[in-house]
């Protein structure tokens, strides 16, 4: 395996001479603070190689001459780019420790997750700024070996080499994620753990977890039961998109016929949430308010503005017009349900939501109306905005911030502290970092993950426009009309894999891979590396495939679905760019400044 196949793409890389094969004599030393990336390390290795990589006496420190990978000796510390930290007992071993020394910066000067990997025909050596960086360190190690090195039992005994040289890397984006929706078709704990996996394995550090919806309840709320009782789960489901009726209406085409739920208890989140963080993924809750709320209506018909009207959990897709009502009494429900989120995930960013609410049952309410007088508020949009106001201060006095979609800049009394996510286009990002705002951008046109791969007629369900792993390679978070100062206030960006019409694991994998690659390059790499070069990425990709075989995860294929993977007779939704920009525009013109 050559040093120039690695997705993402690093900073700096070296190739050295010769290579360091892994034995039944191998061990691996950590420090401290790298102990858990030491397992982690081993767990995948034993299982793939058959190999016992036990424990080095120590922590690979020491003092001493070494040679590098080019053969030159470097002394006790850090040499230059092809150099390594002088250690010694450690020949033959896999040596993981944290050292801040030298290491390229990532996002604002911080080194955490930044690495040095160090490969000699003698010894290995992973060095990061934090545990973090030396478990990506480790990443990058396990892109070097054969691709099997990804399989969870061992199907070979080929040589297990290592090529020598250097690697040293940083990520361009301290926000590197992506957005599962749990809520419109429910994914089990162990479909979460895979995906955590995935992540890790292309250094993508958050997993967005969209928990609530019209179409479901997925989170264990113990002050209020009946949120999973009737909520986690719907009597059908609708199959395929919208289609027009004869009077030009939008409606479903068919439905299943079948019930679907089901949710995390609070034990199940626990799980995910340290699984994660052994693999340096932070998982991030989204609770939506205050539309997309028909499941918790279903539970609680008082929180609506209709209370004596029962709602059923949406069996449709798409934004069901009911949403919450202004009591106090249902914000205080609401900071319930956040006091147990908030204990269940030490997540530093908290979703509310606050995308897509539909303000007719508001407008055409009395008591709505009388409310949104005694508040002192102008109209529906401040409406809006205060819920979510209230919701966040709430939030916030538990030491964490909110984030929204890109809607909750509408009113334009967003609290300071309050991220944006912005989706719609990159609008919603160059308002809120000119306003001061902290932005994850996310933009529909680029990285929406449940979006049609390809204008094949047999592409499953196509909806919106076509993006491919091109376009998703291209995707920059950063508006380019922002300053400098501007551009600080974005951290990072997401891909967003809406589950519709993905209902079970193997339309997730078809969804987000091979795209995902691309995504963790646009954000790790982004342009530090230099200029991209789609050519080059496509040729390690090429390569990368066969890891992702190795990690049996059904891509999809660049020549379009397998047969199994096609969805005869179901209706999609594909739509033009033009057209897309058209509605994109009508939609944010509110939050232009």
Not at 552 to 578: A, C, F, H, K, N
């Amino acid at each position: 395996m050559d040093f120039d196949v690695l997705i993402p793409r690093p900073q700096r890389s070296t190739a050295g001479v010769g290579a360091f094969a892994i034995t039944p004599s191998t061990r691996v030393a950590a420090d401290a603070a790298s102990e858990s990336v030491r397992r982690f390390l081993q767990q995948t290795l034993r299982a793939s190689t058959g190999l016992p990589l036990r424990d080095a006496d120590g922590d690979g420190e020491g003092d001493g001459d070494q040679t590098d990978s080019t053969g030159t000796t470097g002394t006790t510390g850090t040499t230059g780019t092809t150099g390594t930290t002088g250690t010694t007992g450690t020949t033959g071993a896999i040596v993981l420790r944290v050292d801040t020394t030298g290491l390229p910066e990532g996002p604002g000067g911080a080194v955490d997750e930044s690495f040095r990997l160090v490969v000699t025909p003698d010894r290995i050596q992973v060095t990061g700024g934090a545990a973090a960086g030396v478990f990506h360190g480790v990443q990058a190690l396990l892109q070097l070996l054969p691709a099997a090195v990804y399989r969870k039992g061992q199907v070979g005994t080929a040589p297990w080499t290592v090529p020598a040289g250097t690697i040293e890397d940083a990520p361009a984006f301290a926000w590197r994620g992506v957005m599962l929706d749990v809520a419109r078709h429910f994914r089990t704990t162990a479909e979460v753990l895979r995906v955590i996996d995935q992540l890790a394995a292309h250094r993508l550090n958050r997993l967005h977890l969209h928990l609530t919806d019209d179409q479901g309840w997925r989170v264990e709320i113990r002050k209020h039961p009946r949120l999973t009782e009737v909520g986690s789960w719907r009597r059908e489901s609708q199959v395929g998109a919208h289609v027009p009726g004869e009077d030009g209406v939008l409606r479903p085409d068919a439905f299943d016929g079948r019930p679907h739920g089901g949710y995390y208890t609070q034990d199940d989140l626990r799980e995910i949430v340290a699984y994660a963080a052994d693999r340096f993924v932070t998982v991030v809750p989204e609770i939506e308010t205050p539309g997309h709320v028909r499941a918790a209506l279903a539970a609680y018909p008082e929180l609506g503005v209709h209370p004596d009207v029962p709602v059923e959990v949406w069996t449709e897709w798409g934004i069901a017009e009911d949403v919450l009502n202004a009591d106090d009494s249902t914000i205080d429900f609401f900071r319930d349900v956040l006091d147990e989120v908030i204990d269940l995930f030490p997540s530093p960013y908290i979703g509310l939501g606050g995308d897509e609410c539909p303000k007719v049952q508001w407008e055409s309410d009395p008591r709505t109306q009388e409310r949104i007088r005694s508040l002192g508020l102008a109209d529906e949009e401040q409406l809006q905005a205060w819920i979510i106001g209230q919701l966040a201060a709430h939030i916030e006095s538990s030491g964490r911030r909110a984030f929204g979609w890109d809607e909750i800049l509408e009113g334009g009394t967003l609290a300071q502290s309050a991220t944006v996510v912005s989706w719609r286009g990159l609008l919603g990002a160059t308002t809120a970092a000119r306003r001061g705002h902290d932005v994850i951008s996310t933009p529909d046109d680029q990285v929406y993950l449940d979006y049609r791969q390809s204008d094949l007629p047999n592409e499953p369900i196509p909806v919106a426009i076509v993006l491919g792993v091109d376009e998703v390679f291209g995707f920059d978070p950063v508006p380019d009309e922002l300053t400098d100062t501007e551009r600080a206030h974005v951290i990072g960006g997401q891909g967003n894999m809406w589950t519709e019409h993905v209902d079970d694991v193997r339309k997730l994998d078809y969804q987000l891979f091979p795209r995902v690659a691309a995504l963790a390059e646009a954000l790790w790499s982004a342009d530090v590396t230099g200029p991209r070069d789609l050519e080059d990425f496509r040729r390690r990709l090429r390569v990368h495939l066969a890891r992702l075989d190795a990690m049996g995860i059904e891509y999809r294929r660049d020549t379009g679905p397998l047969p199994w993977q096609e969805r005869p007779g179901v209706p999609g939704r594909p739509s033009s760019r033009e057209e897309r920009a058209t509605y994109i525009d009508a939609v944010t013109a509110n939050i232009a400044d």
